[in-house]
């Protein structure tokens, strides 16, 4: 897939996935990686991602002394605005609005690499290959009823994990499947409707302004979630008809 042209104030829907659809994210600490990396990343200035971890566990120890607070109050630089994330256990999903030249390319090179030397480490794979499959694609996102589909898609990705292939065929239960997403960590679903979850991470108020708030992002989302179940209900029905007429 041919890279869009990067724009300022434009929003971008960008994916990766594991190669061969292997797990990026094998244990509960690579989701929080990952999810650090995603604000740390997101600046525009030098990072050196050791420093910025030592910092914040001298913090949260009550250690914190001399330059620490400097390091973790820098001024901040952001290369893009994180609208939404969801993370899956072999790809992501990202939206993202881009705030300076070439911010969205540095923003992913410096994710990407944070990330990759992460999981190198940790699981013994510096001769192993790639970790994800190519470069990461990204899809221009050009009106509000694309970006409140590629919304509602991502935010209920997570509901494979417990109806497998449901976006084909639509949830058994609705309500299990919201309740799912509630539960569900790994996205920035629960900060958008108002349960704090990474706030830090993630700018919504575009999508508050565009969607008219958290109340109405939820509601798109448990309605997108009833429209593929009545919609592959629809079909279902429709087959059956065509079979009987057949018989």
């Not at 996935?17 to 600490?29: A, D, L, P, T």
């Not at 699981?123 to 790639?130: A, I, L, P, Q």
Request: charged share 30%; hydrophobic share 35%.
């Amino acid at each position: 897939m041919k890279q869009p042209k990067f724009v300022n104030g434009e929003i971008y829907h960008i994916l990766n996935r594991g190669v061969e659809k292997r797990n990026i994210f094998q244990q509960i600490s690579d989701y929080f990686r990952f999810i650090f990396c995603l604000f740390e990343c997101n600046d525009k200035n030098f990072v050196i991602m050791r420093d910025r971890i030592g910092a914040r566990r001298k913090i949260k120890a009550q250690k914190s002394i001399g330059d620490t607070y400097d390091i973790i109050n820098k001024k901040r630089e952001p290369l893009v605005e994180i609208l939404t994330f969801c993370l899956m256990p072999n790809h992501y999903h990202l939206v993202v609005r881009q705030l300076t030249d070439g911010g969205v390319s540095l923003f992913m090179k410096k994710l990407g690499n944070s990330y990759v030397a992460y999981f190198n480490k940790k699981y013994h794979r510096e001769r192993m290959g790639s970790l994800f499959q190519g470069s990461f694609k990204a899809i221009h996102i050009k009106t509000d009823n694309q970006l409140m589909n590629v919304i509602c898609y991502i935010f209920t990705n997570p509901i494979e994990l417990l109806e497998r292939n449901w976006k084909e065929t639509g949830t058994k239960d609705p309500e299990k499947a919201r309740e799912y997403l509630k539960s569900y960590r790994w996205s920035s679903y629960l900060d958008c409707i108002g349960e704090k979850n990474f706030p830090s991470v993630t700018q919504r108020d575009f999508l508050f302004d565009t969607f008219g708030g958290q109340n109405k992002i939820k509601e798109l989302v448990e309605n997108w979630i009833l429209y593929k179940t009545d919609l592959n209900k629809g079909f279902d029905e429709i087959k059956d008809l065509i079979l009987e007429e057949m018989s």
